[in-house]
């Protein structure tokens, strides 16, 4: 069993940041990869960063360059360090990882991104 715990949503005006973390109740050296997903309303969850335990990254090509995911092992937390933020970016954030054969998500985090 996996808890995730998202933080650090809020309401933001365009072109300013927000940081989320996501704690796991386990040692993210247990997940071969975390991510973060996010979806907005009326629109299917997409893919918005992943780091995987050798700290390889990848980004949806809309975040490129304005992201940045992270991890502290000792804490077992991932971040995502978001700015520029478009109102575009506005979507409940979510973690994500998977653990033995089993995906895990935690209870997400509001964006909104005002214009």
């Known amino acids: 069993q996996v808890q995730l715990v998202e933080s650090g949503g809020g309401l933001v005006q365009a072109g300013g940041s927000l940081r989320l973390s996501c704690a796991a109740s386990?040692?993210?050296?247990?997940?071969?990869?975390m991510g973060w997903y996010r979806q907005a309303p009326g629109k299917q969850r997409e893919l918005v960063a992943t780091?995987?335990?050798?700290?390889?990254?990848t980004y949806a090509e809309s975040v490129k360059g304005r992201f940045t995911i992270s991890r502290d092992n000792a804490k077992s937390t991932v971040y995502l360090q978001m700015t520029s933020l478009k109102p575009e970016d506005t979507a409940r954030y979510y973690c994500?990882?998977?653990?033995?054969?089993?995906?895990?998500w935690g209870q997400g985090t509001q964006v909104s991104v005002s214009s």
């Open positions: 994500q990882v998977r653990y033995l054969g089993f995906d895990y």
């Open positions: 780091i995987t335990t050798r700290d390889t990254t």
């Open positions: 386990r040692t993210i050296f247990d997940f071969n990869a």
